[in-house]
């Protein structure tokens, strides 16, 4: 707790064990030891990115962006479990 991460920086890799119904990566947010939600905890504003290096991040935004829609509504949980045979 409380240690410093940088951009790039493996922070946990993806698994299952207990109860999890699926590999899934358990994301905790705190601040001050008390847990928040990091969808709605005020942060401080990023730097804007250097013009020099807008247009390269913007193309691979963009690749990211399609390879995260073209799994749109696959599944990723099975509710049940498979049919023995």
Same mark, same amino acid.
């Given at each position: 707790?409380?240690?410093?991460?940088?951009?790039?920086?493996? &922070?946990? *890799?993806?698994?299952?064990?207990? +109860?999890?119904?699926?590999?899934? %990566?358990? *994301?905790?947010?705190? &601040? @001050?030891?008390?847990? +928040?939600?990091?969808?709605?905890?005020? %942060?401080?504003?990023?730097?804007?990115? @250097?013009?020099? *290096?807008?247009? @390269?991040?913007?193309?691979?935004?963009?690749?990211?962006?399609?390879?995260?829609?073209?799994?749109?509504?696959?599944?990723?949980?099975? %509710?049940?479990?498979?049919?023995?045979?």
């Amino acid at each position: 707790p409380g240690r410093a991460v940088k951009q790039g920086q493996i &922070i946990g *890799y993806v698994g299952q064990s207990g +109860r999890a119904t699926g590999p899934h %990566l358990h *994301y905790e947010f705190r &601040i @001050d030891g008390v847990h +928040r939600n990091p969808l709605t905890v005020s %942060l401080p504003k990023a730097m804007p990115i @250097d013009r020099k *290096y807008r247009e @390269d991040f913007t193309t691979v935004a963009k690749r990211i962006v399609a390879q995260l829609e073209q799994r749109k509504g696959a599944m990723v949980a099975r %509710l049940s479990p498979p049919e023995r045979k």
